[in-house]
């Protein structure tokens, strides 16, 4: 990379940080890491990735920062923590971002973007990431990647707000970004149906994962279990055409086909729940219940499956 390439800082490096970051990193980029808990084993031994598709991957040393007092400005952040955290972390990312930043919610769920907004310097762009990647952190620094990775973007809010030219040329540009690191990317026109598309996915497997205890193999071979995941895809979708974000009712059918051809697989949800963090119920299934009740379309498995991870969560802290 040339001196005028972007400085990119990781918000959060977890397994989806710690992986983005990783492989940005080796292509060459001037990429800094944001962490808690795991800075002194990350700043010592750096970080690993025992990748199915590219082999074991390492990178040391790691420009690791514990405080965002320390790190150096950045001109794109990408954020892996979770959405249950955005509003604290704004004055984090206020303090990291270079003027005109574009900072990236690689999370899960619906309107993730719509929580943090207001409390981000309105000079700040900010986008939409969906990542569709199986991986998951086995040890301080250990990442362990099991399938895809990539990653789609769309554009939310900032100056470029009333730019359509203007926003497309910087979501291009992220995705050129996680080109040059090997990563499929595509830019998204809207990123209120990206997240939509993802939740086709993210709504049966992470609730299912916690409910009934198990990974994508054992949910894929019981008959019950796969007539309830292709029950719940199908309402996902009707919620997003409810909201003027149509989705081919073939989609459900590709995401279904897709987890049959995948190793097992235990979702984000499932590994928050074992380690008593809490879960992103909020994002993943009370937005979008509320945006489709809104428009005047109940999903009642959906729903459901809400109230029994709501249970589950309150008790599980």
């Known amino acids: ?5 972007p400085r990119i800082g990781i918000i959060g490096t977890g397994a989806i940080g710690g992986f983005y970051g990783l492989m940005l990193a080796r292509a060459g980029f001037d990429v800094r890491f944001l962490l808690r808990s795991e800075y002194a084993a990350v ?6 990735i025992n ?5 074991p991957l390492k990178l040391h040393p790691v420009q690791a920062y514990a405080n965002a007092a320390d790190m150096p400005p950045c001109d794109w952040l990408l954020v892996g923590t979770k959405s249950t955290g955005n509003v604290e ?3 984090t990312l206020a303090q990291v971002a270079a003027p005109g930043a574009k900072v990236v919610l690689l999370q899960n769920g619906l309107d993730v973007e719509d929580s943090l907004r207001e409390h981000l310097p309105a000079s700040l762009h900010l986008l939409g990431g969906l990542c569709y990647i199986g991986v998951y952190r086995s040890a301080p620094g250990v990442i362990e990647h099991q399938a895809l990775g990539r990653v789609n973007l769309g554009y939310h809010s900032g100056t470029a707000a009333n730019d359509e030219a203007l926003q497309q040329a910087i979501v291009e540009e992220g995705a050129a970004l996680f080109h040059q690191a090997g990563i499929e990317s595509q830019a998204m026109a809207s990123v209120h149906l990206a997240r939509w598309h993802k939740l086709v996915w993210n709504v049966p497997f992470n609730g299912l994962s916690v409910l009934l205890g198990t990974g994508t193999t054992a ?8 007539e309830l995941i292709q029950a719940l895809m199908v309402e996902v979708i009707k919620g997003a055409d409810a909201c003027g974000h149509e989705i081919p009712a073939s989609y459900a059918g590709q995401m279904f086909a897709m987890t049959e051809t995948m190793d097992d697989y235990l979702p984000s949800m499932y590994h928050d729940h074992l380690h008593k963090r809490p879960l992103e119920l909020a994002a993943i299934y009370a937005r979008p219940l509320a945006a489709a009740r809104a428009a005047g379309c109940e999903l009642p498995r959906m729903q459901a499956l809400y109230q029994a991870l709501s249970f589950i969560d309150r008790h599980n802290r």
Do not use: C, F, N, V
């Not at 990379?1 to 390439?5: C, E, F, P």
């Not at 700043?43 to 690993?48: C, E, I, M, N, P």
């Not at 949910?219 to 796969?226: F, G, I, Q, W, Y």
């Open 1 to 5: 990379m040339t001196a005028q390439s």
């Open 43 to 48: 700043r010592d031994r750096g970080l690993h």
């Open 51 to 55: 990748s199915s598709i590219h082999g």
């Open 89 to 91: 972390l704004a004055p």
């Open 219 to 226: 949910l894929m071979a019981d008959e019950s279990s796969r």
